[in-house]
């Protein structure tokens, strides 16, 4: 993180050219280093800013194509989920009717034995 001094720094700010070369020249060369050097760690900061909303932007893309991907194959899935549903419903009814025909087998055999 960046650790400024604020009043040194508006203290040492050129606001207008006449301004700034005048200063330029009154100011000590250790102000002039500390001004060249927050002046290039705020650069860095900035580009660095840049480059992870940079990246942020393309992860976010990434996870966006991603999305639409699975959205387009969602309706195929849905049929085949329906269809694999029928098929799970055509089976039930169907062991259903095997109960009933068991049931009614066991009864006949039941009253054959008393």
Known sequence: ??????????????????????????MKPTQNMVLKAY???????????????AFGIAVLHEKLSKIEECLAQLPERLKEAGSRISELDDKVVTMQKEAIQFQKKRCLLGNKID
């Open 39 to 53: 002046s290039k760690q705020i650069l860095n900061e900035i580009r660095v800013v840049k480059a992870l909303q």
């Open 1 to 26: 993180m960046i650790n400024y001094n604020l009043r040194q720094l508006r203290e040492c700010r050129p606001w207008n050219s006449r301004a700034s070369n005048r200063r330029t020249r009154e």
